[in-house]
């Protein structure tokens, strides 16, 4: 599957931003579809993931509540709702998916899109 997000820009803190990766393929619905982000010189770290048919999903303590990730497999999308943001979210964001593993872990993710950078003005 090849990801592609988007949706990344300039935004004050406070404010709102909804990323979204586009997955091309007929297998979509059978990943477990991730958020990543990667501040620069920080390690990257894992967001939140849903389960294939979205019915589960897992954000990271630091997020939950803010940040709110969801598909629709029949349009082979995956979004990241964003809100209140802190300076601190301020990154490159990827979206990946997996065939195998636990929703909590940021681990076995088979494939990746191409970051875009959220930024968050104080």
């Known amino acids: 599957v090849q990801l592609q997000a988007s949706g990344g820009g300039l935004v004050q803190a406070g404010g709102s931003q909804r990323l979204s990766c586009a997955a091309s393929g007929r297998t979509f619905s059978s990943y477990v579809m991730g958020w990543f982000r990667q501040a620069p010189g920080k390690e990257r770290e894992f967001v939140a993931a849903?389960?294939?048919?979205?019915?589960?999903?897992y954000h990271v303590d630091s997020m939950r509540g803010r940040f709110t990730i969801s598909r629709d497999n029949a349009k082979n999308m995956v979004y990241l709702q964003m809100n209140s943001l802190k300076p601190d979210d301020t990154a490159a964001y990827y979206c990946?998916?997996?065939?195998?593993?636990?929703?909590?872990?940021?681990?076995?993710?088979?494939?990746w899109g191409q970051g875009t950078q959220v930024t968050v003005s104080s």
């Open positions: 990946a998916g997996k065939r195998f593993g636990s929703l909590s872990s940021g681990s076995a993710y088979e494939y």
């Open positions: 849903i389960s294939q048919s979205g019915g589960r999903t």
